[in-house]
């Protein structure tokens, strides 16, 4: 069971900071106009 | 567990059993483990409305991630659901209400921003989602209804990411989010299988609005005293 503190900011941080990084590499290829550019994502229309 | 939790549980359940079908439907073509990996999904989904509940949430999460490296089928509403499994089964009850909080946050947030770019903003996204839609497929929708659309959604989502968090602003927000979710869903339905991923996203979303009804200004005290090192003392647990 994780309790600590490291183990939520963890969590949180990963989820954050991943898809913000594929992100920001996939717009430095492409620019930003591609709709479906995110690699892991929340896109509703994309599912 | 306090009651809007048991509730979310019970909703999550619910999805998963919406989910099931979908995957029950799409499975069966893409891995040779379809039919281990539904069952492990229907006993992980059965245990959420028992007292291993947690169980259950392992399970769903264990089974979740398989499907996506064995299927390989991934959607985003499935990643989520595998993060709720990891967090009601991994992470000890006091951090629940604040992390499924912040899940929802961070998949609002991130919908937001992914939506900010010309093609989006076009309104072509919204018109090819209509268009194939069961409802509005015979429907002429005006364009700058469409590229209107488009904003609102990303300023809606985008709103709901911080609004839910405040007890002023959390009822009129959730008002807001089924005002956005339910048409969403009426609208860009296209087919059953399209359909049923729609519905369990956005079910998802709504479901993960119950967590900012327990106890709420507590909740955000507790989890910044943890966060700086400081603990409130236990409240009694329900269940």
Redesign the interface.
Known sequence: ???S?G???A??AV??LV?LAL?VLRIAQEG????G??P???????? | MSDPLRLFRYAFALIACVKAVDLAIRLPDRTDLALPLLAAWLVGTALLVTPRWKVGAFIIAAAGSAIVVAGPLFNHHLYLMVLVGVILSMFDDRWHVFLLRAQLTIVYAFAAVTKINGTYLSGDVLARATERSVLLGDVAIPMWLLVIASAGAIIVEGGLAVALWFRHTRLPAAALGIAFHVPLVLATTYGWSGGAQLFVYSAMALALYLPFWVDSDEVVERAVGHLKGRSLPERPRLS
């Open positions: 069971m994780l309790r503190k183990w939520v900011i969590f949180i989820q954050v898809p992100f930003w106009t591609v709709t550019m995110f892991i994502s929340w896109q509703m229309y994309s599912a």
